[in-house]
């Protein structure tokens, strides 16, 4: 049972550099969505998706962009990296109805420098 | 517009003993769900509980419990017979159909259970 698979676990980036945080799911849940985490503020929404071709910004989404082109894969980019986004980072996802848990994915822990 | 707080930073409690730790929720929103998630040193996050708005008792998961006072608008984790390995980080989380279908989180609380 694979569930949300997130890549890469680490990575350190340049101040200006750009990258891609790659999210996958495999249970075919309509909803997905990234959040970032960072000491005493909790884990905060970035964006999120009803599903492919639909997305939308949460609470902190400056900086960052996000695209769902398929059902299975959220990709989150930075498009150019600032040391304010270092933060470990979730991707989640869920059926969309009320109720129902989201699943995450392992993390990843990004610094910018 | 939705708000999750929990105002304790930092639990502590002995092994056996049962701990409660605090969740208050806003919302304009009559249909909503409550989600307790637990997030042990390694990171990963982990789905206790759940209660649904209109549900009539209060949810429970083995040794996890959830008062659910809705007028005070709480949520409140009980945890019973602590173990050493309940020492983790908590978070309270909610939804709402205003939000679409993620989830608002609190700051969380970290639980230390000594023995």
């Known amino acids: 049972n694979a569930g949300v698979t997130q890549t890469p676990k680490f990575q350190v980036l340049k101040t200006g550099q750009s990258m891609t945080l790659q999210c996958a799911q495999d249970m075919n849940h309509e909803y997905m969505s990234w959040y970032r985490q960072d000491p005493g503020m909790g884990l905060r929404l970035i964006h999120y998706s009803v599903g492919a071709g639909i997305t939308d910004q949460g609470e902190v989404p400056n900086g960052y962009n996000v695209s769902r082109s398929t059902t299975e894969d959220f990709p989150l980019r930075l498009l150019s990296a600032a040391p304010s986004q270092t933060s470990v980072y979730f991707c989640a996802s869920s059926s969309g109805q009320l109720g129902a848990e989201a699943f995450f994915g392992q993390g990843t822990r990004l610094t910018v420098v | 517009a939705q708000k999750i707080t929990q105002t304790q930073p930092g639990m502590f409690v002995q092994e056996k003993e049962a701990v409660t730790l605090d969740c208050t929720y806003d919302?304009?929103?009559?249909?909503?769900?409550l989600f307790w998630y637990k997030q042990p040193s390694s990171g990963e996050m982990i789905f206790l509980i759940y209660?649904?708005?209109?549900?009539?008792q209060n949810a429970t998961e083995g040794r996890y419990s959830l008062n659910f006072q809705k007028a005070r608008k709480s949520a409140n984790l009980v945890i019973s017979a602590s173990q050493l390995g309940d020492s983790a980080m908590y978070f309270c989380a909610m939804r709402d159909n205003q939000a679409g279908t993620a989830l608002i989180f609190g700051k969380g609380t970290t639980l230390s259970v000594s023995s």
């Open positions: 919302t304009s929103d009559p249909s909503y769900g």
């Open positions: 209660q649904g708005s209109y549900d009539q």
